[in-house]
């Protein structure tokens, strides 16, 4: 009996990677996550895949442990999912996210070229290289015109992987990804804001939610949809990169109406504009051209965006309402209730 493939993925408790994990396991993987030195690090949303999956500690800002987990963990395919990715925070940390987003795929890069040229390369690329856009729809020949540091930092990423590429004859390859959502998005993203704020105005543990330009636009998917592009990239013959998406546009206005709707409420009573969430240099009108992936790749997303929108919410509602059951019940009963963001 041959033994599994073997998949290191950086950025395991994200939430892409938590998906990709299981996915992966599905397929008969051997999993292994690279996890930064860090007694604090987050890892809820792969807690109930510990006992199947490997941790290994290493940081993309340390090239040797780099070296040291790809030895350890001898796999076919690396999935680099780690970087700095919230957008507004890379305009307060904009070296930090240089180092994590950009620099961070060099040496993953390098450190794959030093152990085993043979290992497959996914880098998540993303649909913030495109900024303020060339064209619409974007696809693959798309000129970048990045609007923020985080959109700086994965153009670099994606250039030096096709460097690399083409340098080394290295299977490497970038995943043009554009958002995707899921009920693990971490709360500072305005889609899991917009649903949390939601759940818990339904369960009147708040009144109001704050946000920024309900008039900005976005290309919308499930992240459980996108981890099975990522692994349909690693499988071709030869190495291309793919634009990710729905082909679907979508503002974060609509976003709230749909997620007030479905439990009932109108978003107008509800969402306060509050000029603290607007981007010093907002991104305009980008929307996928998927027609490659659907063409070389066959994939296509099976979550539509109003199922996303609705799963996300119904997810907060149940969270929100387990939590407050717990609460009840606990001695000193409901009093430690947040009742705000």
């Not at 899921?182 to 804001?193: A, D, Q």
């Amino acid at each position: 009996m041959s033994e599994p493939r073997r998949a290191l993925i950086t950025g395991i408790t994200g939430q892409d990677g938590s998906y990709l994990a299981e996915f992966l396991l599905e397929k008969g993987y051997e999993v292994h996550g690279l996890v930064r030195r860090s007694s604090s690090e987050n890892s809820e949303r792969i807690a109930h895949l510990h006992d199947r999956i490997e941790l290994i500690q290493g940081d993309l800002l340390d090239y040797h442990s780099l070296v040291s987990a790809l030895r350890q963990a001898r796999p076919s395919e690396v999935y680099n999912l780690a970087a700095q990715s919230f957008v507004p925070t890379s305009w307060n940390q904009p070296i930090l996210t240089g180092e994590f987003t950009a620099l961070g795929v060099t040496r993953i890069l390098e450190a794959v070229r030093a152990v085993d040229t043979k290992i497959r390369i996914y880098q998540a690329s993303s649909s913030e290289m495109y900024g303020k856009v060339r064209e619409v729809p974007q696809s693959e020949t798309t000129p970048f015109y990045p609007r923020s540091p985080y959109g700086v930092a994965k153009v670099y990423g994606h250039w030096i992987t096709i460097n690399y590429r083409e340098s080394y004859d290295l299977f490497a390859v970038s995943g043009i990804l554009f958002n995707h959502e899921s009920p693990r998005r971490g709360r500072e993203f305005v889609t899991r804001k917009i649903t949390d704020g939601v759940a818990r105005i339904k369960l009147g543990l708040s009144n109001e939610l704050r946000l920024g330009n309900l008039d900005a636009k976005r290309d919308w998917g499930f992240a459980g949809d996108y981890v099975r592009a990522m692994w349909l990239m690693l499988q071709q013959p030869e190495p291309r990169d793919f634009v990710i998406g729905t082909g679907e546009t979508h503002s974060v206005e609509e976003f709230c109406r749909i997620a007030f709707e479905h439990v009932g409420l109108d978003f107008r009573d509800h969402v306060v504009i509050d000029e603290r969430f607007v981007r010093p240099a907002e991104v305009h009108e980008l929307v996928a051209d998927p027609r490659e992936a659907h063409e070389l790749l066959g994939w296509k997303p099976e979550v539509d965006f109003r199922g996303l929108v609705r799963m996300m919410v119904d997810a907060d509602l149940a969270t929100l309402s387990g939590r407050r059951e717990r609460d009840a019940s606990s001695p000193a009963g409901d009093s430690s209730t947040p009742h705000s963001r």
